[in-house]
């Protein structure tokens, strides 16, 4: 599948299900306002909770760290070995001067580049998220 019919694809599930969250929510404000007052009705049932895995004991914190990492450093790993295979495949259709090639090897690089880039700023990208949802 190629990325503009992935993109198309992407964009037609997302108004889809735009609209139907629009008619399931009815269309006046009145259906709002009522959803609203009956969400303030019910309350927050986790106000003041936070999420904490110390509960579970240090081994099990420290554990889910090293399995992270790993997995965090595979992927890195992994996503830098497409940035060369991409980079390779790229260099030998430019050599051989075929122009589909070639933009099939500069979309793999791109898409290989920007794999890297999520890889590598995976830690502050998660960490800009928690700031703002206040965590």
Known sequence: MTPTIRRTLTLTATAIVAVTATAALG???AAADTAHHIVLAAGNPLDGVSPDLGV?????NSTWKRVLAGIWGVAM???AV?????SVQYRQAKSRGFS????E???GMIDAFIALGFCVGAGVLIGA??????T
Do not use: D, E, K, T
């Open 105 to 107: 090897g500069r979309q």
């Open 56 to 60: 579970f004991g240090p081994a099990l």
């Open 27 to 29: 269309v006046g404000s």
């Open 77 to 79: 790993a992994a996503c």
């Open 100 to 103: 589909g090639q070639m933009n």
């Open 129 to 134: 998220v928690l700031f703002v949802v206040g």
């Open 82 to 86: 497409w940035v060369i295979l991409a």
